[in-house]
C-alpha cells in the first residue's frame, strides 16, 4: 500500500474500535460483578430493563446472577411474554429461553387469540398436540360458563377433557347459586368443600366459612351470608 495517511487512518480506527471493544467488555464484566453481588441493585436494574420494554437492553443484565436465577432470561421472558399478550403475536414467545415458559406463552396467547376471534381453530395454528387440545379445551370451557350453556362441552371429543369441562361448568354454577348444583356434580376433590358451604350457610354462621380452603368457595359463602 503506498498510501501512508490512509495505513494511518486505518491503524487509528483499528485501535479505536480496539479499545472500545475493550471498554465495553470491562464496562459489562465489572457491572455484572457490581450487580450479582447486589441484589437490590439488580432487581432495579431488571425493572428498569423491563419497563423499557426492549429486549436487546436485557443484554445489560448478561451474567447477572443471584440466586442462580439469571436476570437476563427473566428480562427477556418478562418482556417477551408482555409484548406476545399485548399484541397476540406468538413469535416473541421464541425469544424465551425456558422451553415451559415459552410454551406457556405460546399458550396465553393461542387461548386469548381464540377468545378474542371466537374461533377455536386459532388454537390449530399457534400450537401442535396436546398443546392444542388443552387450548380448545379452554376454549369450550370458558364460552360454556360464560353463555350458561353445559351442551358446549360436547364440542370436544368424549374423555378427561370434556368431562374437565364439565366439571367447571358445575362448579362455576355452584359459585353462582349453590342451591341448584348437587354436589355430587362438581369436582370430586371439592364435594366436601361443597357440603361443608352448604353447611354454611344453612347455619348462617361466617365463621364456619372460614374452614374452606377453596379461596373462592370461602369468598361466595361469606357473600352469600351477609346477603340474607
Known amino acids: 500500500m503506498n498510501n501512508p495517511p490512509l495505513v494511518r487512518k486505518?491503524?487509528?480506527?483499528?485501535?479505536v474500535l480496539l479499545l472500545a471493544v475493550l471498554y465495553l467488555a470491562f464496562f459489562f464484566r465489572s457491572n455484572r460483578d457490581d450487580l450479582s453481588?447486589?441484589?437490590e441493585k439488580a432487581n432495579q436494574a431488571l425493572d428498569r430493563a423491563v419497563k423499557g420494554g426492549v429486549l436487546q437492553n436485557c443484554a445489560q443484565l448478561?451474567?447477572?446472577?443471584?440466586?442462580?436465577?439469571d436476570y437476563e432470561a427473566v428480562c427477556r421472558r418478562n418482556i417477551a411474554l408482555a409484548k406476545a399478550e399485548a399484541t397476540l403475536d406468538p413469535s416473541y414467545c421464541s425469544e424465551i429461553a425456558d422451553p415451559v415458559s415459552a410454551?406457556?406463552?405460546?399458550?396465553?396467547?393461542?387461548f386469548a387469540s381464540s377468545q378474542r376471534s371466537g374461533d377455536p381453530g386459532v388454537c390449530d395454528q399457534?400450537?401442535?398436540?396436546e398443546a392444542a387440545s388443552f387450548c380448545k379445551a379452554a376454549y369450550w370451557?370458558?364460552?360454556?360458563?360464560?353463555?350458561?350453556?353445559?351442551?358446549?362441552?360436547?364440542?370436544?371429543?368424549?374423555?378427561?377433557?370434556?368431562?374437565?369441562?364439565?366439571?367447571?361448568?358445575?362448579?362455576?354454577?355452584?359459585?353462582?347459586?349453590p342451591g341448584s348444583?348437587?354436589?355430587?356434580?362438581?369436582?370430586?376433590?371439592?364435594?366436601?368443600?361443597?357440603?361443608?358451604?352448604?353447611?354454611?350457610?344453612?347455619?348462617?354462621?361466617?365463621?364456619?366459612?372460614?374452614?374452606?380452603?377453596?379461596?373462592?368457595m370461602k369468598t361466595r359463602c361469606v357473600q352469600l351470608i351477609n346477603s340474607k
Open 126 to 129: 399457534i400450537l401442535t398436540g
Open 10 to 15: 486505518i491503524v487509528i480506527i483499528a485501535v
Open 62 to 69: 448478561r451474567g447477572v446472577v443471584v440466586s442462580g436465577t
Open 181 to 216: 348444583v348437587p354436589c355430587g356434580d362438581i369436582p370430586a376433590s371439592l364435594a366436601r368443600e361443597c357440603t361443608a358451604l352448604k353447611s354454611a350457610i344453612k347455619s348462617k354462621r361466617i365463621g364456619d366459612c372460614m374452614s374452606l380452603s377453596d379461596p373462592a
Open 141 to 177: 370451557s370458558e364460552k360454556a360458563v360464560n353463555d350458561s350453556d353445559i351442551k358446549l362441552c360436547d364440542n370436544l371429543p368424549g374423555g378427561d377433557l370434556a368431562l374437565a369441562c364439565r366439571s367447571k361448568f358445575n362448579y362455576e354454577s355452584f359459585l353462582k347459586s
Open 37 to 39: 453481588g447486589n441484589p
Open 103 to 110: 410454551n406457556n406463552c405460546a399458550m396465553s396467547v393461542a
